[in-house]
């Protein structure tokens, strides 16, 4: 029996090599997605979001500069305190956008710090012309607004456009970043993934030609195994030949003697014309009868050699065929047994086999029979024999009446050299190749099962070998 463990460890290994490249290749994975993840949730804790609020910054320093405006043409309280409730929350929204920038800004705080210097001492001049306003002299607060705020705010409004710079900067930065991230991810990802495809292709390759390789070494082994159990059964064929020819070569050995008493003794007298005729008529039935007994010592040459024969040709032909060419091996054995045998040949389809190894099949069954039955001294020993045909292709039961196989051992009788023969030279693989036959080259089944008084051999046959090819 082919041994599988070194392909099953070679499987084993190269399944652990895949997997481990396979999970190397999610970690590189997971690892640079959580990368790029971290990148695009930087880009909006910092850079993105100084952006918007020094942006932000931008639109309230305008709104502010505008409501001062609206603060020195007012025309009356109302418009006044109007204007500077717009000033007041400009500048309280302007305060928080600075702390916003002063929590995320990644550059020098120095910058921001001198930003929002020029933005707390403008406060200062807007005070100025809120209180020239109130006096009533609008011309020194509209000269300041043009003049001195003016040139303030220009300054602050260049200050704040630095942050902005630095912001976009920044984020083109870690834009940049995560687009060479993610083609060095893409890059990374490809090349394992082609490393595991060229692996995985190679050990592919070299598993088929490893399991190719053990193939043949078990079509090779199958066939030593298929010789050795033919070989095993030499002595027994041997046997059988002795016992069908020990008739036939008495009877001519009693017919030689006869003929050759009858001329000795001068019981015919040849001169005459009516005992020559005699003599020749009592001759010529002899020789025939000797004619008789060597055809059928031919006969039995034929069928053993037929059976020997190494011939992996498949035949077309009903079932009987090799039934009957098997039971005139072991007829004359099972009848000097005192062996009965009944026959239901009910198949009728014709199918494709290898006659002589469904031949083997058959006579191992046979045999095992016959051993058991004389084994067991079984009185009224028989053995069924039925064919009938199935939708499929053909079914045969060999069943017998000698007690069955002790349920212990009847899952190992079809295992290779195993044998319940061994003090009689039992080799253990005549019901191990009759399976191996049935099963493997003919794609039947080949079943046992105990019954009441014995044991059923099952045979399952299709009608067309599909995948064997007997080499």
Known sequence: ?????????????SFMVVSILIVLLSIVSVYKIIELSSITQKFHKYP????????????NIVSIHRYMKDVVLSVNE???QEALAKVHLYEKKTYKDFQIVFESYLGDKKQIQASYELFKSWKKIRTEIVELVHQGRLREAIAITKTKEYHHVNKLNKSIETLVKYAQKKGRSFVQTAEDTKNLSISIIIAVAMVILVLVTTIVVWLLKTLDKEESQRKEQEQQLLSQSRLAQIGEM???????????????????????????LDLYDLEDAQQRKLFNRYVIKGLDQIDAFVLSLTTTIDDFRDFYKPNKLISF???DTPIEKTLSIIGNSLKANNITLIQHNNAK???????????????????????????RKTQNATIWIKSEDTEFGINIEICDNGGGIDKKILSKIFDPYFSTKYKKNGTGLGLYMSRTIVQEHHGGRLRAQNTENGVCFKISLKETIEEYNGE
Request: hydrophobic share 45%.
């Open 48 to 59: 993105l979001t100084v952006l918007n609020a020094t942006q932000y910054i931008q639109t």
């Open 78 to 80: 109302k418009e006044l």
């Open 1 to 13: 029996m082919i041994n599988h463990k070194k392909s099953e460890r070679k499987i084993i290994f």
């Open 238 to 264: 041997i046997s059988m030949i002795a016992h069908q020819w020990r008739q036939p070569l008495g009877a001519i050995a009693s017919t030689s003697i006869d003929l050759k008493m009858k001329i000795e």
């Open 317 to 319: 032909s009903q079932l």
């Open 349 to 375: 389809k014709k199918i494709e086999c290898f006659c002589g190894e469904i031949m083997q099949v058959l006579l191992n069954i046979f045999k095992n029979a016959e051993d058991n039955f004389i084994a």
